[in-house]
C-alpha cells in the first residue's frame, strides 16, 4: 500500500485555487477568492507558480545559518563531553566564557543532534560481586539435593521486602549511543527481607 503525502490546510486552500481556475477559465481572481475566502492576490500567485511547474507545496528553506564558524563549533563539540558540561545550558556558559560567543542552549542541542550526539544517561546494568555468584551457584546446587517432603507440611509462605533508600540514577551527558557507557548497580536497593510462613 503506497502511503499519501499528508496535505496541509493551507495546501488544501491553494489546490482548490488552482482547480477552480483550471475548471472555469472565464473566472477572475477576485471572483475565485471570494468562493474559497481568500484574496485575488492569494489566487493569482498559486495559480501562477501552479503554471509554471512549482506546484502548491512549501519550498524546502535552508534554515537561520550557524551562528558558530567551525572553531567555534569544534570547541562546542568537544566541550559537551566534559563531565562539567552535563547540560546545553553548561555548554552554553562554557562556550561564551571561552570564545565570547553567546548562544541559547537550544541552538547548542540542535548543533550537538547534528554532530551525531544525544543527551543520554549510562545503561543501568545489574551488579554482582564475585562472592554473591559464588552463593547462588552453592544455594541452586543445595536446592536440587533437597527433599521436597521438606515442604510438604507448609501452608503459607510470604516475604516482604523494606526498602531502606533507593539508588539514584546518574546524570545525562553528551555522547553517542556506541559511548553512552554503563552504571553497575545492585539488582536491588539496600532492604530488610523479612519471611513468614505458616504450617
Given at each position: 500500500?503506497?502511503?499519501?503525502?499528508?496535505?496541509?490546510?493551507?495546501?488544501?486552500?491553494?489546490?482548490?485555487?488552482?482547480?477552480?481556475k483550471?475548471?472555469?477559465?472565464?473566472w477572475?481572481?477576485?471572483?475565485?477568492?471570494?468562493?474559497?475566502?481568500?484574496?485575488?492576490?492569494?489566487?493569482?500567485?498559486?495559480?501562477?507558480?501552479?503554471q509554471?511547474g512549482?506546484?502548491?507545496?512549501?519550498?524546502?528553506?535552508?534554515?537561520?545559518?550557524?551562528?558558530?564558524?567551525?572553531?567555534?563549533?569544534?570547541?562546542?563539540?568537544?566541550?559537551?563531553?566534559?563531565?562539567?558540561?552535563?547540560?546545553?545550558?553548561?555548554?552554553?556558559?562554557?562556550?561564551?566564557?571561552?570564545?565570547?560567543?553567546?548562544?541559547?542552549?537550544?541552538?547548542?542541542?540542535?548543533?550537538?543532534r547534528?554532530?551525531?550526539?544525544?543527551?543520554?544517561?549510562?545503561?543501568?546494568?545489574?551488579?554482582?560481586?564475585?562472592?554473591?555468584?559464588?552463593?547462588?551457584?552453592?544455594?541452586?546446587?543445595?536446592?536440587?539435593?533437597?527433599?521436597?517432603?521438606?515442604?510438604?507440611?507448609?501452608?503459607?509462605?510470604?516475604?516482604?521486602?523494606?526498602?531502606?533508600?533507593?539508588?539514584?540514577?546518574?546524570?545525562?551527558?553528551?555522547?553517542?549511543?556506541?559511548?553512552?557507557?554503563?552504571?553497575?548497580?545492585?539488582k536491588?536497593?539496600?532492604a530488610?527481607?523479612?519471611?513468614?510462613?505458616?504450617?
Amino acid at each position: 500500500m503506497v502511503k499519501q503525502k499528508h496535505i496541509t490546510a493551507s495546501q488544501e486552500l491553494r489546490l482548490k485555487a488552482v482547480h477552480l481556475k483550471q475548471d472555469h477559465q472565464d473566472w477572475s481572481y477576485s471572483k475565485i477568492g471570494k468562493k474559497i475566502g481568500c484574496s485575488h492576490k492569494f489566487v493569482s500567485r498559486w495559480v501562477a507558480r501552479h503554471q509554471q511547474g512549482k506546484g502548491v507545496s512549501d519550498q524546502q528553506r535552508s534554515g537561520r545559518p550557524i551562528k558558530a564558524d567551525a572553531a567555534a563549533q569544534q570547541y562546542i563539540y568537544m566541550a559537551a563531553q566534559l563531565p562539567e558540561c552535563s547540560s546545553a545550558a553548561d555548554v552554553a556558559a562554557k562556550t561564551k566564557q571561552a570564545k565570547g560567543l553567546k548562544m541559547s542552549p537550544s541552538s547548542i542541542t540542535r548543533l550537538l543532534r547534528r554532530k551525531g550526539l544525544q543527551h543520554l544517561t549510562a545503561k543501568m546494568v545489574p551488579m554482582l560481586t564475585a562472592s554473591q555468584k559464588l552463593a547462588r551457584v552453592r544455594y541452586a546446587k543445595a536446592a536440587l539435593r533437597r527433599e521436597l517432603c521438606s515442604w510438604r507440611r507448609v501452608m503459607i509462605t510470604d516475604s516482604k521486602y523494606f526498602r531502606l533508600h533507593t539508588s539514584g540514577r546518574p546524570a545525562g551527558r553528551w555522547c553517542t549511543p556506541a559511548t553512552r557507557g554503563t552504571v553497575a548497580k545492585p539488582k536491588h536497593s539496600i532492604a530488610a527481607h523479612v519471611y513468614m510462613g505458616i504450617s
